[in-house]
């Protein structure tokens, strides 16, 4: 686990571009450094990840272009080792209990030349960290809640708006739970 901070991001930018293939133009971010990147003075331990997840808009993460990103900027790779932080190439898949609208919550950045993020807005991260339900994911929604860029009110409206099988929307509920009853 890592403190990213902005000057992580100013020397990753550049090798994303690097071996991300060359059709890839935008990519969504969905995890915490989504959070991070477009609001870089919240506190360090929101910044705090081994990881950044990212997926390919428009183009499907296909076995070759996933094997060269996890060699280059995954896990075990020397810039993980370097950076202390690795990058996570990711399929849509992640994104199917997000709730309706996320698209247009994003906020867009430049990373670098030809190549554009698209950071899910805070609240989709929550959710989705909802869904998970990992201890770790309860307390960051926790302290994301302290910091006033997300709130109660919203989540529980996108939480009310999404249609979520039964199985689904009890997993969030439970979580939800969690982080009130942790408060």
Request: a negative charge.
């Amino acid at each position: 686990m890592k403190e990213l901070t902005e000057a992580d991001f100013v020397i990753l930018w550049p090798e994303l571009r690097r071996w991300l293939p060359v059709n890839v133009t935008d990519v969504w971010m969905i995890g915490s450094a989504s959070v991070a990147v477009v609001n870089p003075d919240i506190p360090a331990a929101l910044r705090t990840s081994k990881d950044i997840d990212l997926i390919p808009i428009g183009t499907p993460v296909l076995y070759f272009d996933s094997n060269i990103m996890e060699r280059e900027l995954g896990e075990d790779s020397d810039f993980s080792i370097k950076h202390r932080f690795f990058v996570d190439y990711v399929g849509e898949n992640l994104l199917q209990w997000t709730p309706p609208g996320w698209q247009q919550r994003v906020t867009t950045i430049q990373l670098t030349e030809g190549l554009r993020g698209h950071c899910l807005d805070p609240h989709d991260v929550a959710y989705n960290k909802l869904y998970a339900g990992r201890p770790k994911d309860i307390v960051w929604i926790r302290e994301l809640l302290k910091t006033g860029l997300i709130t109660w009110a919203r989540l529980e409206k996108l939480h009310a708006g999404n249609p979520l099988a039964a199985v689904d929307r009890e997993k969030v509920d439970q979580s939800i739970r969690k982080v009130k009853q942790e408060a």
